[in-house]
């Protein structure tokens, strides 16, 4: 019996450069991990990969969700099957208005599990009650997705989408960037709702200070050239705060 | 053998040189053009003098001149003597019920959720009971007529209104004006004609969607609005589904006189027959669309969503005439596969102060070509006229192509002209979000397009909205792999 | 170093050298090559009747033309991208007056993949003067990564002038972005107003107004004395 998630000896690169080379990690349901390293340690190529972004290729090892070699999955459908990306930028859509973004999204999901599309009061609904929750307006829904929004607004909605998909394994990739102190209590504040027993979360992050207070993991782990060279509780951060990534790195280099 | 097809192609075109006597029977005339086919037609539809002599004008001239070929679109040469100009036959291709209906035509319909007696109409399908009991016109005339709105077939308007259609027949698109509005002009056999009197504000949307196809007289149609002083009419023209048209040639003329402080909206969603995946078959759409903003404070909008045809060749036009008048193109156009278009707008700007907009999306798939081709003027009296255009394209594939054809003349200093256009693509990074959200490459790809459209879209009635949207998502199906 | 040269017919730039060169007779028809990874500067301030000027820019090679024109002939311009990663700036300033007519004719060839292009094309038609700007930006087919660009902006400054724009956009690859801009006015009228009421008269606000117009291309030239004496030679014919 495999884990939630298994990540095994995991190898990628983008064009003709190696990123991850041999990463492995296991999350099991209802845990909440931290990636932490140093650029260009491979932290948004993993999470691109986990999504199946196709400008980057899996050149080696294996990823099972559930059960599903995942590697073998199309972006839509690891997405229909609760894999969720809170981008580090999210991407414009012009003349795309939120609401209909996330009605396209939700009842992609829905037609893919064989459910009914939702009409268009519990649709309304669903979006209203977790707007709200997020300090986003109606003005926000309507206007075009990411468009002309300052960057802590477009991670509110991210979050925001997160809510309304209601994913299974959520990966925030570096979700404190950008954002005010207020916005970031905001969206911690989100993560913490959707915490559940059946729900994971990967966090990338350098933001000790927000992982402390918005995140709390059980789990952490730092990566330096493309592999996980340390892993352990919390406790891990405070090394970090204390000395940096320099020693991990030696270690990766040895 | 050779020997014999020469001969025979010699009689063909000793009879369009000299106008070779053709014996007519019945109700049908054969193929081919002559002077004796207009009298035909004319004397078919009991029109007065006048109208044939405008006919055989047209005719006459139309024998001098060429096909035009400065449009950036290709096809094989049309013999026009191969063409039937009046009472195109029920022909053996005709389908006797959905049975006989390609199964690709009827899968669309099941995804644009056309109504299944609809289906039968568009399809062509020989039943005219169905039409009858859905015809918008008849529902309808008799509640317009008590505001004195006329609402017909032009051939009725000539019969019962003839002072009025010889009056402005004519007067927004000369049968002098090009090729194939010249033959309209000599051959129109069918169309719409519509008066909205003085003061009125014409109370429902005015469609022809269910007359025209019922009939299959669509192929030289002729339609003319007027509107009256300070009166207003939306016209919706087209229908919502794809259909199916053996007919090689569509050569329409739409004329609109606008007067004072009248309004006049003319939307289209055009989905003729596009052709197949390998470029086969489909319709040439070569239309002229022009109206007159004669009036002070007229306002005339064309609003166009052009999704069909093999080949487009269309310019909805204004001539701001009247001081203060406006004019406004909103058009989407997307081709696929083999499609080409060449379409856009005039605007000419004579009067002070008159304004104009255009806001024109193309997109271009496949192997196609899209063209926004546009003339903006400004006369030497159009003090103050101002003028604004977004010419937007995104392709989508690298075996399209997308071209942007202004032309701009400003001639006089009060006068202002400015254009702004972008071409792009679908980025890939959009397409990941949208995935990552759930959807499909295909619906990833409809929901950027309609986006990217949105602007033109807002500006259709609300249920051809609805339809314009999932016709977006049909025509570039297959768009990406 | 600026190098003065007059009536080029033929000029090749060789491999990785830079130039700046500054133009004082034209000649009818010039032809330059840019080879690989050499950076031009042309400018051209004087002109005789019509003349052409085409220019081949080569792998890495960057070419930055200032011309200014004032309507004895016809200009006729044509670049043509031909190694990856060519790189052009075409900028135009025409001033027609009396009763000139003139076409000015620009066309940009994307021939190489990550080719970038830019034109900017400003023009002041005064008196009864006619001027037709034609502007072609073309990519071929399977061509990648292209970023062209095309800016015309005409100011008409008598009843009796005339400008026509006929921008071209013919795009056959659809790894692009492509832009093109085009406007054709007057100058404004509450700048007018605003220095009459600084008591500057009306010509002079006028030709004030007109020189801030058309100076935004000069002031992008960095050679401080060539861009001076584009600025005093950028007067209206009589």
């Known amino acids: 019996m495999s884990a939630w998630l298994e990540i095994k000896d995991l190898h990628a690169k983008v064009g003709d450069k190696p990123i991850l080379n041999g990463l492995s990690l296991t999350i099991d349901a209802g845990e909440t991990h931290v990636i932490m390293g140093p650029n260009g340690s491979g932290k948004s190529t993993l999470s691109n990969v986990l999504c199946g972004n196709p400008n980057y290729e899996v050149t080696g090892g294996s990823v099972s969700f559930k059960g599903q070699n995942l590697l073998e999955m199309s972006v839509e459908e690891r997405a229909r099957a609760g894999i969720f990306l809170a981008f580090q930028s999210p991407i414009e859509l012009p003349g795309v208005s939120m609401s209909t973004f996330m009605k396209y999204a939700l009842n992609a999901r829905r037609k893919a599990a064989g459910e009914k599309e939702l009409d268009a009061v519990s649709f309304m609904k669903r979006i209203k009650v977790r707007a709200q929750a997020l300090d986003i307006t109606d003005e926000m829904l309507k206007r075009p997705v990411n468009v002309g929004f300052s960057g802590g607004e477009k991670k509110r909605l991210e979050i925001f989408q997160m809510a309304v998909l209601e994913p299974d394994f959520c990966i925030l990739d570096e979700m404190d960037s950008g954002m005010d102190v207020d916005a970031v209590k905001v969206a911690g504040s989100g993560v913490q709702i959707m915490r559940s027993p059946e729900r994971s979360f990967l966090v990338i992050s350098h933001n000790t200070k927000f992982l402390r207070e918005q995140i709390k993991p059980d789990h952490v782990h730092i990566l330096a050239r493309g592999r996980v060279v340390a892993e352990g509780g919390a406790e891990l951060m405070d090394t970090i705060d204390r000395d940096g990534f320099a020693g991990f790195i030696k270690e990766a280099v040895a | 053998m050779t020997q014999e097809k020469i001969s025979a192609q010699d009689a063909v075109s000793d009879t369009y040189h000299y106008g070779f006597e053709t014996q007519i029977s019945a109700e049908t005339a054969p193929k081919g053009l002559n002077e004796d086919i207009i009298r035909f037609i004319s004397a078919k539809k009991k029109e007065p003098e006048w109208l044939l002599e405008f006919r055989l004008k047209a005719y006459r001239h139309w024998l001098t001149m060429k096909e035009p070929k400065w449009a950036k679109v290709s096809y094989p ?345 972008t071409t792009s693509k679908i980025s890939d990074e959009q397409l990941f979000y949208c995935r990552q959200r759930g959807l499909s490459a295909e619906e990833a790809v409809s929901l950027i397009v309609n986006g990217f459209c949105k602007d033109v879209m807002q500006k259709l009635p609300m249920e051809f909205a609805v339809e314009a949207t999932r016709l977006v998502a049909v025509t570039l199906e297959g768009s990406v792999g | 170093m600026v190098e003065e040269i007059s009536e080029i017919t033929r000029l090749t730039v060789d491999a990785g050298r830079t130039a700046v060169f500054v133009e004082k007779q034209l000649s009818d028809k010039a032809e330059i090559v840019v080879e690989a990874g050499a950076r031009v500067k042309h400018y051209r301030l004087h002109e005789g009747a019509n003349h052409a000027l085409s220019v081949k820019i080569g792998q890495g090679a960057s070419y930055e033309l200032v011309t200014l024109h004032k309507g004895n002939g016809n200009l006729t311009l044509s670049f043509d991208l031909a190694g990856e990663e060519a790189f052009c700036r075409s900028d135009v300033v025409y001033m027609l007056s009396g009763d000139r007519k003139s076409l000015i004719a620009s066309d940009v060839r994307h021939n190489a993949d990550n080719t970038v292009s830019r034109q900017l094309v400003k023009g002041a038609v005064t008196d009864k003067a006619f001027a037709t700007f034609e502007g072609g930006v073309f990519i071929p087919y399977e061509r990648k990564k292209i970023d062209g660009a095309q800016q015309h902006r005409a100011i008409l400054l008598s009843p009796d002038a005339t400008v026509k724009a006929v921008p071209r956009l013919e795009i056959y690859a659809d790894d692009v972005k492509c832009a093109h801009g085009s406007a054709i006015g007057s100058l404004n009228k509450d700048q007018l107003y605003y220095l009459r009421t600084r008591g500057i008269d009306e010509a002079d606000a006028r030709a004030l107004l007109t020189r801030a117009f058309l100076d935004e291309v000069f002031d992008s030239i960095e050679e401080e004395d060539i861009r001076e004496d584009f600025k005093r030679l950028a007067v209206f014919e009589k």
């Open chain 2, 77 to 421: 040469p049309i013999d026009y003597q191969d063409i039937y100009y009046y009472a195109a036959p029920t022909s053996a291709t005709t389908p006797k019920s959905l049975d006989e209906v390609d199964p690709e035509l009827l899968k669309t319909y099941d995804k644009l959720g056309v109504p299944l007696h609809e289906r039968e109409v568009l399809a062509g399908v020989a039943v005219d009971a169905v039409f009858d009991s859905v015809s918008v016109a008849t529902t309808f005339r008799e509640k317009l007529a008590r505001q004195g709105i006329i609402f017909c077939s032009i051939s009725e308007a000539v019969q019962n209104h003839s002072d009025l259609v010889q009056k402005y027949l004519g007067s927004v698109v000369p049968y002098t004006d090009n090729f194939f509005a010249c033959l309209n002009s000599a051959v129109f056999t069918d169309g719409t004609f519509v008066y909205i009197p003085k003061g009125v504000r014409c109370p429902m949307d005015l469609s022809t969607y269910f007359r025209i196809n019922a009939k299959k007289s669509g192929q030289f149609e002729r339609t003319m609005i007027i509107a009256d002083d300070n009166s207003y009419v939306s016209y919706l023209e087209g229908c919502t589904a794809p259909q199916r048209d053996e007919n090689q040639l569509h050569a329409a003329i739409v004329e609109i006189i606008v007067m004072n402080d009248a309004e006049v909206k003319y939307s289209t969603v055009q989905n003729w027959y596009p052709g197949d995946k390998d470029g086969k078959g489909g319709i040439y759409n070569f239309v002229t669309k022009r109206g007159l903003c004669k009036g002070v404070n007229a306002k005339l909008s064309w609003t166009q969503v052009e999704t069909g045809s093999a080949v487009t060749w269309k310019y909805p036009s204004c001539v701001l005439m009247g001081d203060n008048s406006r004019g406004e193109f909103y058009s989407v156009a997307i081709t696929n596969n083999y499609q080409q278009a060449d379409t856009g707008t005039k605007m000419i700007h004579i009067g002070k102060n008159t304004s104009s907009t255009i806001v024109s999306k193309g997109i271009s798939a496949g192997k196609s070509q899209n063209t926004y081709r546009g003339l903006v003027k400004m006369g030497k009296a159009a003090d103050n006229a101002r003028n604004f255009s977004q010419c937007d394209s995104l392709l989508i594939g690298n075996q399209c192509g997308a071209h942007t054809l202004p032309y701009m003349v400003g001639g006089n200093p009060s006068a202002s002209i400015e254009h702004e256009a």
